[in-house]
């Protein structure tokens, strides 16, 4: 009889010429072996290593202004680098997908110290709506809808909103940028969230403002409430 593992290498490779697949960030033809991006690339990604729950640099940063349990970054921000451009596609060239794989890396990586345990909400920095019609999708949707299924813990963009349209924040310094934001976000309905803990997540943590006016009115508005913070990258 002919070995069913004939059958399915031929499977395998009908799959990859009906539906190939290419890597998120040099756009190569991936192998089997490749999951979302390939080994070269890979190879160019660098873990934090910030996998225990506070004292890291990026809680370090984020806990010196605003009253926070638990943060971390799951990569460094290279601007010349593999991140750079991953990141990039996942912001501005339509692969909202790529938040997969940085869902995989958080499973991978903080399921152990328990980053997740007795958070009760997933939310992302909210974009203004029209920012978001405008990009039509927010990068960290596929992101936490990830989250949610790995790690039990319900995510929501209909709690955190963007209420002021605020300019970029790429050419400011740490002082404009957290004037910029001060007064941007609200919530809908605090009184229904009192005592929960949440965890806000981000793509790239520069100064930390926008995270930080996030986390604020999070932790001002909501009655008894926690906040932990998850950022793609950081900027160190
Ligand atoms: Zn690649």
Redesign the pocket.
């Known amino acids: 009889m002919f070995p069913l593992k004939y059958l399915k290498r031929g499977y395998k490779d009908v799959l990859n010429i009906l539906y190939p697949r290419f ?1 998120l ?2 756009n ?1 033809l991936l192998q089997d072996s490749e999951r979302e ?2 080994h ?2 890979q190879a160019d990604l660098h873990l934090t290593g910030f996998d225990y729950l506070n004292g890291n640099p990026v809680y370090e940063k984020l806990s010196a202004i605003v009253n926070i349990e638990r943060a971390t970054a799951l990569y460094l921000f290279d601007k010349s680098g ?1 991140i750079q451009e991953l990141i990039h596609n996942l912001k501005y060239n339509n692969h909202p997908e790529i938040g997969n794989f940085f869902a995989q890396t958080a499973l991978d990586y903080l399921s152990n110290p328990g980053f997740f345990t007795g958070v009760d909400y997933i939310v992302p920095v909210p974009l203004h709506p029209k920012k978001q019609r405008w990009r039509g999708y927010n990068q960290m949707t596929e992101f936490g809808r990830n989250l949610e299924n790995f790690f039990s813990v319900p995510y929501s963009e209909k709690i955190l909103i963007r209420q002021i349209y605020t300019e970029s924040q790429t050419k400011k310094n740490a002082l404009q940028r957290r004037e910029n934001v001060k007064n941007a976000f609200r919530i809908l309905q605090a009184t229904n969230y009192t005592g929960k803990h949440f965890v806000i997540i981000d793509d790239v943590i520069t100064t930390g403002a926008t995270v930080e006016a996030c986390a604020e009115t999070i932790l001002n508005t909501i009655p008894h409430s926690k906040v932990s913070i998850l950022a793609l990258t950081m900027v160190l």
């Open positions: 890597c960030s040099c190569k991006i390939c070269v690339c593999v």
